[in-house]
T-cell receptor
Framework: AQSVTQLGSHVSVSEGALVLLRCNYS??????LFWYVQYPNQGLQLLLK??????LVKGINGFEAEFKKSETSFHLTKPSAHMSDAAEYFC????????????FGTGTKLQVIP | DTEVTQTPKHLVMGMTNKKSLKCEQH?????MYWYKQKAKKPPELMFV???????INESVPSRFSPECPNSSLLNLHLHALQPEDSALYLC???????????????FGPGTRLLVL
């Protein structure tokens, strides 16, 4: 079964510092991968997605993620954190091919310190 | 326009009440989803409708009853809920069913449900 692991349920960074949120997937076949952000009391918003095109994916709000097959990873980065980036971030996976549901990781809460 | 709307935003109901949650999208998407999200947890899939037909039911109790009257509208009927059903209920839609490259799900803001 497909799964994703997000290392670190809480990550704290200083404003202006690099943001790195980790996501590893388990699959013998590269899946489709997504990062979603959820602000307090809101639904999920798509940040970016990997669908087997370019391995470096740029998303909204200055975020990007790199698909690394050798490491089965899809880490999310942003060069400089803003206070407005404080939120919960979910990595999600869909197996390529077939009719299967999306699986979400357990989430990482990002705190940005002024 | 990538908007999914949900009403109401908040709902408080007793265990004997009957209520409904509503979800709407006008993106021409043919798959719609209901998720349940408890605090500090990821969303859990409840139901998937594909081309207005129920295609996935994740063993959800019968006190939750989904309905898809047309391709733009998805309802979740609630009856005899339990306090542990209190959660954020999220609706999502995608252009095509799960398992394809187009299956990016767009989420609504959710309905926060409290069962007393």
């Amino acid at each position: 079964a497909q799964s994703v692991t997000q290392l670190g349920s809480h990550v704290s960074v200083s404003e202006g510092a690099l943001v790195l949120l980790r996501c590893n997937y388990s699959s013998s076949v590269p899946p489709y991968l997504f990062w979603y952000v959820q602000y307090p009391n809101q639904g999920l918003q798509l940040l970016l997605k990997y669908t087997s095109a370019a391995t470096l994916v740029k998303g909204i709000n200055g975020f990007e993620a790199e698909f690394k097959k050798s490491e089965t990873s899809f880490h999310l980065t942003k060069p400089s954190a803003h206070m407005s980036d404080a939120a919960e971030y979910f990595c999600a996976v869909i197996p390529s091919g077939g009719y299967q549901k999306v699986t979400f990781g357990t989430g990482t809460k990002l705190q940005v310190i002024p | 326009d990538t908007e999914v709307t949900q009403t109401p935003k908040h709902l408080v109901m007793g265990m004997t009440n009957k209520k409904s949650l509503k979800c709407e999208q006008h993106m021409g998407h043919r798959a719609m989803y209901w998720y349940k999200q408890k605090a500090k947890k990821p969303p859990e899939l409840m139901f998937v409708y594909s081309y207005e037909k129920l295609s996935i039911n994740e063993s959800v109790p019968s006190r939750f009853s989904p309905e898809c009257p047309n391709s733009s509208l998805l309802n979740l009927h609630l009856h005899a809920l339990q306090p542990e059903d209190s959660a954020l209920y999220l609706c999502a839609s995608s252009a095509s069913p799960p398992g394809t490259a187009l299956e990016t799900q767009y989420f609504g803001p959710g309905t926060r449900l409290l069962v007393l």
